[in-house]
């Protein structure tokens, strides 16, 4: 028959661990999530800005620098959300990959709200 210290220590040990693992994938969703909004709010930033910056591109050019934009923001933004939890699925990792899928959402979302907060305080 086990042991049952045995077995308790294990599992006290396994709890310890997957304690650790979660506060991991926490930070390191909320760390992704803060890369797109800062991300964010550097192309937002140089948009607006882009007439003080000098020559703004003719008619023909606008629209391709805009959609080029466009393409690369969705290629960075989901790099930021998305591989790390892609990778973690590869890596036969499912359970990890979904909690930080959904911690990358939970997180995007309690920015979002934020940032309407604060747009309705200041204006």
Request: glycine share 4%; with cysteine.
């Amino acid at each position: 028959m086990m042991d049952l210290r045995i077995y308790n220590t294990s599992l006290e040990r396994y709890c310890l661990y997957m304690e650790k693992e979660n506060k991991k994938i926490i930070q390191i969703s909320f760390l992704s999530s803060l890369g797109v909004l800062l991300y964010v709010t550097i192309v937002v930033s140089v948009m607006q800005n882009i007439e003080k910056l000098g020559n703004v591109p003719g008619s023909h050019w606008g629209p391709v620098i805009f959609l080029m934009l466009f393409v690369f923001s969705a290629l960075v933004t989901s790099l930021l959300v998305f591989g790390y939890p892609v990778w973690l699925y590869m890596e036969n990792r499912k359970k990890d990959a979904v909690t930080l899928l959904l911690c990358n959402v939970g997180w995007l979302f309690v920015m979002l709200i934020l940032a309407f907060i604060i747009v309705n305080i200041i204006s």
